[in-house]
Structures are given as C-alpha cells and as structure tokens.
C-alpha cells in the first residue's frame, strides 16, 4: 500500500466493492470514523466471501487496507510534492541564504520561525537586527547574511507599518528624528524598534534613543500614551523612572537577545540557546550523536521548538515535541502511558530533559526517540555523575 488510490484499487479487485463505497471508505480512514469503517467492514467481508476468498485472506487483506490508516497520500499530490521537495532541496544546497530568508518571509510551514532560526544557524547564516532603512515585509539576504526586517516587530499598527514602508520608499532615514517626523509613531512602538536595534545604525546608544524619542515627543506635544505623557502625573518624571527602569542603562547581550524574542519570536543578534546558558548542556547526549546509540536508552535535553498532541489508535492523547540543542534538532514521541506520567512538564519547562529509547527509521537512515520520562534539565551549578559508556560524552 502506497498511494490512496492503493485502498480503492484493492476494495474493488478483491472484494468488489462498489467504487463509491470503496471512496467512503478511503475517507473514513483518513478521519479515523470508527462506526463508519466497521460499517464497511461487514460489507467487505460478505462480499469478498461471496467471490470465494477465505475468512483468513479476507481478514489479512482488510488489515492491509486499513492499517495505512493516517499514512495514505493520493499519487497526484505526492507527486507534486515530491517535485516541489526535489526543487527545494536543491535551491537550499546552493543559495542557502536566498532560500531560508524566504521560508521566513512567507511563513506557514509546518514549524515556529524559531525552527527555521536554528536552521540558518546550522547552515552557517548569521541574522541582522532589523534596519529602519530596510523595513521588509521580506526578510532580505546579504551573502551570508539575512536581514529581519522592521514590519515583523510585534505592537506595531498597520498605519504604522504602511507609513514606515512608504516613508521609505521616498528615500532613506537620515536620523532617529528624521524617522520620528516622518512615519509619526506612538511612543510604544517607538520603544519596540529601539529594543530591537532598529535605529543603531545612527550610532547612538539605545539609552539615548530612547531619552532622544522622549524630547521629540515632548516638543510636539504629540505623546499618544499615559506612560509617554509629561502632564498626566504631578510628579511625571519620576513616575517615569518607574514604569521604565529598563532604559536607565545600557542592555546587556542578554537582555538585547530577550527583547528580540519578546518582539520578534526569536533571537536574532545571538543563537536562541544563549538565552539558556543555566543549562548544562554538557552533560548530555548532543542530538548529532544520538544515531550512534541505535536501540539504546540515553538522556538528552533540548528547548522545546516544537510540539503537537495527537491520538493514538485507542483514543489516548500522546504528544509529539521537536528538541533543539546546539548540535541540531531531533524528533521525539510520549506515548499515551508517558504522556499521561510527565506531559506536564512538556508544559513546565521551555528546556526540557529527557530519557528516551532510541528508534531507527526501518531504512535505517535516520531515527526518533521514544521518551520514557522529561523534567526539569540540569543547572550548571548542580553535581553531575552520568552514567558513560567509557566515551567522553554522557549519553547513556
């Protein structure tokens, strides 16, 4: 069984059902109708009996159509994907950076631009903070470079995202104020860009955009929220102070890489897993090394990028998470018992830890872990004694 076609080809030659019956079959196989395919069942089985099949081959070949329950794919689409995966591959191998900045400009997907993130780390592309001179909407390649662009920043309005990308197209921000002038955006917003260096370009600190945003607002009489308002408060200053201690000092290369996430899904001026230093991350199978341990357990650990639930056959949830480390990312499955045990912690902890059966694929050209427990990872500061297979690395 291969192709969907494959289920109606074989309702019809070997049990002579008819070709309508056969599709409604199809059908319910793909939305798993229990009562709608042992409907079927019946008429399948009276009628492969009345063409002289046996009880034995009958229920053999029922197994066979039903079994590729979820897995089928009509021919036409695998074709066409099959097409579009051959020309994907083939414009990732030889214009990387053209090919993962539009996968991030065009989005869907079946992952979190995070995923697509690790990816152009893992290829040897390095993001730009985003640039109020190169606004988007597309993420824009620069050699091995790729800039985000100014329109993804979480907050903005979409007047103010039409003004800005207008503004640009009739020349180039010169200054902050230029800028400020020019697309007339609230305090808020302005705070969101400064956060995500979209003005150091100008060679100003972000404290001091900042303080620079609060003069030009106050010149103008144009502060379009309470906490950007000098006469709202008797003391306005001070309250100030207050509500946006963030800007008394420079940030670090932390807080820079935070506020990234915060406004834009993922870091972009650092590797997301800098956000997680604490982490001991060496103390654990890297992901690049798990195929060596086909068939064995091993503990691993790897941010959550990824997750899914789904039901298994008997109606229980199970969870499906895709781990990053620093090495790669892997695919992991909880079955319904250990979902029910820990899928709390799937939840809990954004870094997770956890202790799986290795799987290979049966081409035994890639493989899965089959988790049997997740929790909390270890801290740096804490006193490991893995267990090791005498290798330098603590995988089993």
Excluded at 38 to 51: D, N, T
Excluded at 52 to 66: D, F, I, N, R
Excluded at 132 to 147: C, D, H, K, T
Excluded at 294 to 308: D, F, K, S, Y
């Amino acid at each position: 069984m291969v192709y969907e076609e494959h289920i109606l080809q074989l309702c019809e030659a070997f049990a002579g059902l008819d070709p309508g019956r056969a599709d409604v079959l199809r059908r319910a196989l793909n939305k798993q109708k229990r009562a709608v395919i042992e409907e079927i069942r019946g008429e399948f089985f009276k009628s492969a009996l009345a063409r002289g099949h046996s009880p034995e081959k009958t229920a053999e070949v029922w197994e066979l159509a039903t079994g590729f329950a979820g897995y089928a794919f009509c021919k036409a689409h695998s074709t066409a994907y099959g097409v579009e995966a051959y020309q994907a591959a083939w414009l990732k191998r030889y214009f990387p950076a053209e090919f993962m900045a539009a996968v991030l400009t065009n989005g869907k997907g079946f992952y979190h631009p995070l995923v697509y993130v690790l990816e152009c780390h893992r290829l040897g592309l390095k993001l730009l903070p985003p640039s109020v001179n190169e606004p988007g909407p597309a993420f824009v390649p620069q050699g091995s470079l790729i800039r985000v662009p100014v329109t993804r920043v979480k907050g903005l309005a979409g007047r103010t995202t039409e003004a800005i990308l207008t503004a640009r197209g009739r020349g180039p921000f010169i200054s902050l104020a230029d800028f400020f002038h020019r697309t007339a955006p609230s305090g808020e917003e302005m705070e969101a860009m400064i956060r995500v260096g979209a003005f150091d370009e100008f060679g100003e600190t972000r404290t001091r955009q900042f303080w620079q945003v609060r003069r030009l607002q106050k010149s103008e009489g144009a502060s379009q929220n309470a906490e950007f308002d000098f006469g709202r408060a008797a003391d306005p200053v001070s309250s100030f102070f207050r509500q946006n201690s963030s800007f008394l000092h420079e940030p670090t290369r932390l807080e820079r890489l935070q506020a990234e996430t915060d406004l834009l899904g993922f870091a972009v001026s650092g590797h997301p897993l800098e956000l997680f230093a604490d982490v001991a991350w060496d103390t654990y199978c890297p992901v690049n090394r798990l195929g060596e341990f086909a068939g064995e357990t091993v503990t691993t650990c790897g941010l959550v990028v990824e997750q899914r639930t789904h039901h298994q056959i008997t109606g229980e949830p199970m969870k499906f998470l895709s781990l990053a480390d620093w090495t790669g990312i892997v695919e992991t499955e909880l079955f319904a018992q250990t979902y029910k045990s820990h899928g709390l912690a799937t939840v809990r902890y954004p870094v997770l830890e956890v202790k799986a059966r290795v799987e290979p694929f049966e081409n035994r050209r890639g493989f899965s872990l089959r988790v049997l427990s997740a929790g909390q990872p270890r801290q740096r500061d804490e006193k490991i004694t893995p267990l090791s297979r005498k290798i330098d690395l603590p995988c089993l």
